[in-house]
């Protein structure tokens, strides 16, 4: 009984450390919206014609925008990270996207080491 007991303390004083260690850097992470590969980026601020003119189509106001747009973009599995998954272009983490990732808002750039 008294080894059990010692068993579960031992093991919870490990998931308690492990949850208060501190996690690193922020720069790789995208805690809400996905992460994705994408050719262009562009300042929402700046954004070209091209892109401004697809996101009228779905009624989306490139004036209230922040952050950063991607243009054709492609899903990143997270999981696969280790095992070949390649990004040759821009790597961003995004809230929304439009036209299965022909367009995406309310990105931010990441760093992912793949």
Do not use: H, W
């Amino acid at each position: 009984m008294i080894a059990r007991i010692f068993s579960v303390i031992a093991v919870s004083s490990l998931f308690l450390a492990a949850a208060a260690a501190p996690s690193g850097s922020n720069t790789s992470q995208c805690n809400s919206g996905y992460v994705a590969c994408c050719n262009t980026v562009q300042e929402a601020k700046s954004v070209d014609k091209s892109v401004s003119k697809a996101l009228s189509l779905v009624k989306v106001d490139v004036g209230t925008l922040t952050g950063y747009i991607a243009s054709n973009c492609s899903p990143i599995n997270v999981l696969a990270l280790g095992s070949g998954a390649t990004c040759t272009s821009q790597q961003v983490c995004c809230q929304n996207n439009y036209y299965n990732g022909l367009i995406n808002v309310g990105c931010s750039p990441i760093k992912v080491s793949l």
